[in-house]
Antibody, heavy 120, light 111 residues
């Protein structure tokens, strides 16, 4: 079955760029589906960040769109997230997931998540 | 402030039935966008429980069910069990924001 695994630094300094990767196994990214990023600040709810297709088509949460970049590496079957100019408010568990592929779609399955702390 | 509104907490005794509401507006639930429910057990990633308002993925017990009425949807859990204690989130799409959105989450406590 499809499995996702996030990786990246657990600590990022304020004003720097947060970079995460999500490795996908059990499914070829280039075969289709959208792939997404979601985050959850400690003790808080879920927030959609962005989702992308293997051809580079991407959608973003308008609230953070100006600081987000996403990309796909089909050769490594993984996709990436970059969040620029981070502050303490960006401290969260970051999840990658499959989907959503349309306005009726959902996120499934999810990676286990990775905690990123923004601190000097 | 979440676009989709959920009660912060609900509780029930083992064996009882509880419902969790998710209220939206004409730009999301009322516009006909599907609502999906996730269960997040302590220290784990969310897992989809219900998709498309009423559908259960294989492996999800039929104790979990979804319903929709107007701009609100509900998740019902019958025969409450201790392992149901978790956070539950609803999710949909909002045409005004042009983004996928989540409810604020509801903590279910099994008494």
């Amino acid at each position: 079955q499809v499995q996702l695994q996030e990786s990246g630094p657990g600590l990022v300094k304020p004003s720097e760029t947060l970079s995460l990767k999500c490795a996908v196994s059990g499914y070829s990214i280039s075969s289709g589906h959208y792939w997404g990023w979601i985050r959850q600040p400690p003790g808080k709810g879920l927030e959609y960040i962005a989702n992308l297709f293997h051809d580079g088509t991407a959608y973003f949460n308008p609230s953070i769109r100006s600081r987000v970049a996403v990309s796909v590496d089909t050769s490594k079957n993984q996709f990436s997230l970059q969040l620029r100019s981070v502050t303490a408010a960006d401290t969260a568990v970051y999840y990658c997931a499959r989907g959503p592929g349309g306005d009726q779609d959902w996120f499934d399955p999810w990676g286990q998540g990775t905690l990123v702390t923004v601190s000097s | 402030q979440s676009v989709l509104t959920q009660p912060p907490s609900v509780s029930g005794a083992p064996g009882q039935r509880v419902t969790i509401s998710c209220t939206g507006s004409s730009s999301n639930i009322g516009a006909g966008y599907g609502v999906h429910w996730y269960q997040q057990l302590p220290g784990t990633a969310p897992k989809v429980l219900i998709y498309g308002n009423i559908n259960r993925p294989s492996g999800v017990p039929d104790r979990f069910s979804g319903s929709k009425s107007g701009t609100s949807v509900s998740l019902a859990i019958t025969g409450l069990q201790a392992e149901d204690e978790a956070y539950y989130y609803c999710q949909s799409y909002d045409s005004s924001l042009s983004a996928w959105v989540f409810g604020g989450g509801t903590k279910l406590t099994v008494l």
